[in-house]
Structure formats: structure tokens, C-alpha cells
């Protein structure tokens, strides 16, 4: 067995470098690393389990590792920073734990009696050490729990993490599952970036936002950062509604994934600030109460307001408000029965995870002539393909097969294989079949790709 120890240095996420004047995060912390001269090549993180809980004054962090050694046996000093960003505060996190295979361990801090500079914009104040066995071909789990401030984000916000540290296992991390869970409504998420790029898969789960990516291959300074705010993104740029200042709505299509960040009791705010935005009088005591809370400089009730009022942008966000809200009360057992509109219909699970085949078949063919294919996760359904006739669409209603213009449709054979989805087109009753269709799954983008399309199919 070895052990050795030196001091890591990195850099921190450039974003907030545009904001070098207002901005900085109080305290945060990042993922757990080996204190060793070079990236460890035996040891590799299978999975990294990130749990914000955010309150109404501060945010907890839970994160949970998974690790398996691919070498001999060797105990190793493991160290996580307690970081500061752009300037020094005396902010400190609130309590730190630690536990090893799920048992609470003791652990050594290491104060910097002068902050070490990773960049121009961040420090390293202490370090929270301990010695950790791995060993060989097991896997061992680490955890760390910690309770910090929020971050000053400009005018907002912000809660972050720093897991670009496991870049310095072996190969990249395996999988890696951020959980947000909201505790109260007084916090609006209002962003999420992970590594400054685009999400990947989004579920909601009651309170809790799930993101889950595979293969992760972060850089030293790839972050998770969360802007947070006290209203809606629509109020944090715009603190007065009248005619003379831009109302958001009115310019532009809200996200559908942004939905997803707010609780319910948010949706139904939101909802109904687009009608106060034109003085509509309110008659539940709690609406009211949140205007006068966060609106009072700009809204006065005065009429009675209907959709009628709105432009196209404005119905269609609040058209998608509403289905956000029905998706949430809605179990999927109901959504499967409403797109099979009640016919019966058969489910079965494919060889990638979390990934269904709901179905209704032709004359106990097992050839498909209406389905969904569609990912579930804790009992929350995000539809990938719709399979009606000759007609399949992806996710984002795009059509991504075509009428056969000399023969008549049948059936779809569907093949759900680990790492695509292959449809075979049926025709004539059944006598003539074409290679037709066939999705890919891209592993790192998290989304499945159009493979081939038979020439005879277009």
C-alpha cells in the first residue's frame, strides 16, 4: 500500500469573471480529490451522487461516491476544499461530515493561514482531509455532507458545486446524478448550468429535480451553478410593469425545461402574474399577499382581466404553464391511457435503463400500430418516440418517417437493443418488410441519434 499527499491547485469556472465587480460566492465546496502529484490511473469513480436541499437562508450538500480500484489495494489521503470565490469572507460552511462505506469517519482540517490563490477570482481556505482504504476490485463509497451560505450572484443569488475535481481519478466519472430538491417557495431557481452547457435529461420529482448524465468527462473548473432568486426570472430584470417597460411575456416563449425548476405553488404564481400584469383583481388572500410582497411598486388591481387580453407569446406561455401543471397532477398511468385513448395496451422494458415500449399491436402480431417509447423515472414520464401508423415522431414532435406510397401500412416491428431502437417497416398485410428506421444512443449527449434511413422510406 501506498501514501502520499500534496496540495491540489486548479481553476475555477471563468463565467464569473464577466461579473469581477458585483459578484462572488460566499463559500462552496467540491468534489472529494487524491492529494497525490499525478490524476490517479487504478482508482475509478463509478458514480458521483450530488444532493443540494436548498432552505430559505442556506443550502446543504450531500454528496455520495462510488468507487472501485482496478489495482492492488492502497489507502490513499483524500481531500476536499472549502473554496472562496473572488474575495475572502468569514463565511465558513455551518458543519462538514464525513462517512466511509456508510460509516461516519474523522477527518483532519487544514487551515490556510493565508488563502491559496487558484486563479484571480477564487482561494482555497481549508482543507478537510482523511485517509481512505480502496480496495482492490471492491467498490468503496465516500460521502461528505456539508451547510454553507448562499452565494452573492449580481443582484441574485447563487449555490454551487465544484465536481471537476474528479478529474483526477481514473478515466472519467461513470455516472453522475444532481439532485435539487426545494424546499420552500421562497427560492426560485431561476438557472442551472452544469459546466456552462446545456442540460442534459431533466425529470421532476414532487419537490426534487433529477439530472442524470453518463461518462462525465469534466474539466478541473467544470461546476455546477445554481442562480437563485426571491421572484420569478421575468420580475428579477424587470422590477416595474407599465406600458413604457418591457413585460417578458410578452417577448418571449418561456423554456419548458425552465418550468420544471419551479415548485407548483411557483407555477400557479407565475400563472397568475401574467393576469396581474394587467391589474387583474385577485380574490384568493394568498395571491394577493405575493403581489404586495414582490409586485407592490408596480401592480394595481382594477378590472377583471381574461387570456383574451394577451398577445400570441403570452397564451402560449400561459398555454404551457397549464400543461405543466396538469403533467404534475397527472400519474402516468392516466397520461398512457389518455394517449391509447383507453384501448388496451401492452409495456414492456428494453435493455437500457429506465426506457418502455407501451403498445398496441395488430392482430396479435406483436407488429406495432400505435406506441410510445418513453423514459421513466420515479413513476415521471418524458416521451422520446410517438408511434402512430406510419407516422413516428421524436420528442420534439418531429416527423421522422414517411407514407410508403405504394403500399399499404401494417405494422412496425420494434427492436429496443442496449444501445439503439431499430423500426421495421410491414406492408401489404404483412408480406413485404423494409429496413426503415434506426436511432443510436449517444452516450455522452444523452439522446438518441438518427442513424440510417432506407432510401425506398422517403
Not at 454528496?63 to 481531500?79: C, D, L, Q, S
Not at 413585460?247 to 425552465?258: A, H, N
Not at 391589474?279 to 401592480?299: A, M, P, T, V
Not at 400570441?312 to 406561455?317: G, I, R
Amino acid at each position: 500500500m501506498k501514501k502520499s499527499i500534496c496540495l491540489f491547485i486548479g481553476v475555477l469556472f471563468s463565467l464569473f469573471s464577466v461579473f469581477a465587480n458585483d459578484a462572488y460566492t460566499k463559500v462552496s465546496g467540491g468534489s472529494i480529490l487524491p492529494l497525490s502529484k499525478t490524476k490517479n490511473e487504478n482508482i475509478k469513480m463509478e458514480k458521483e451522487e450530488i444532493n443540494f436541499t436548498l432552505y430559505k437562508d442556506h443550502y446543504d450538500i450531500n454528496v455520495k461516491f462510488y468507487f472501485k480500484n482496478y489495482g492492488p489495494t492502497e489507502t490513499i489521503e483524500v481531500g476536499f476544499p472549502q473554496w472562496k470565490h473572488l474575495q475572502p469572507t468569514k463565511d465558513d460552511f455551518y458543519y462538514f461530515k464525513s462517512k466511509v462505506n456508510d460509516i461516519t469517519t474523522n477527518f483532519t482540517v487544514k487551515e490556510l493561514k493565508t488563502p491559496e490563490p487558484l486563479n484571480d477570482y477564487m482561494v482555497i481556505t481549508k482543507w478537510y482531509i482523511r485517509s481512505v482504504t480502496f480496495e482492490s476490485n471492491e467498490i468503496t463509497t465516500t460521502e461528505v455532507e456539508y451547510s454553507a451560505p448562499y452565494g452573492v450572484y449580481g443582484i441574485s443569488e447563487s449555490a454551487d458545486y465544484l465536481f471537476g475535481t474528479g478529474a483526477t481519478w481514473k478515466d472519467c466519472i461513470g455516472e453522475m446524478i444532481i439532485k435539487i430538491t426545494n424546499t420552500t417557495d421562497d427560492i426560485w431557481i431561476n438557472s442551472i448550468k452544469i459546466d456552462n452547457s446545456d442540460l442534459g435529461n431533466i425529470i421532476r420529482e414532487n419537490n426534487t429535480i433529477v439530472i442524470q448524465e453518463k461518462n462525465v468527462y469534466p474539466k478541473i473548473e467544470s461546476e455546477i451553478f445554481l442562480e437563485l432568486d426571491r421572484v420569478p426570472d421575468c420580475l428579477v430584470s424587470l422590477r416595474v410593469i407599465n406600458p413604457e417597460r418591457r413585460w417578458d411575456f410578452r417577448d418571449y416563449i418561456i423554456s419548458e425545461s425552465k418550468l420544471k425548476f419551479y415548485s407548483t405553488t411557483q407555477l400557479r404564481y407565475l400563472r397568475n402574474l401574467m393576469f396581474a400584469a394587467y391589474g387583474h383583481i385577485f380574490r384568493s388572500e394568498d395571491i394577493n399577499q405575493w403581489l404586495k410582497k414582490y409586485c407592490s411598486d408596480w401592480y394595481t388591481p382594477k378590472e377583471t382581466v381574461t387570456e383574451k387580453q394577451f398577445n400570441e407569446n403570452e397564451k402560449k406561455n400561459l398555454a404551457l404553464i397549464q400543461q405543466e401543471e396538469a403533467r404534475r397532477n397527472n400519474p402516468p398511468i392516466n397520461y398512457l391511457n389518455e394517449y391509447f385513448g383507453n384501448e388496451k395496451y401492452s409495456t414492456i422494458s428494453s435493455k437500457m435503463e429506465n426506457i418502455y415500449l407501451s403498445y398496441i399491436e395488430r392482430d396479435n402480431t406483436k407488429l406495432v400500430t400505435k406506441g410510445l417509447i418513453y423514459n421513466k423515472i420515479d413513476n415521471v414520464i418524458q416521451p422520446l418516440f410517438f408511434i402512430d401508423g406510419y407516422i413516428i415522431k421524436d420528442k420534439d414532435s418531429n416527423q421522422v418517417s414517411y407514407p410508403i406510397a405504394t403500399q399499404e401500412f401494417f405494422g412496425w416491428k420494434i427492436e429496443l437493443n442496449k444501445t439503439s431502437i431499430s423500426f421495421q417497416i410491414f406492408t401489404n398485410q404483412g408480406k413485404n418488410t423494409t429496413d426503415s428506421i434506426e436511432f443510436l444512443w449517444n452516450d455522452r449527449e444523452r439522446k438518441f441519434e438518427k442513424y440510417r434511413i432506407n432510401p425506398l422510406d422517403l
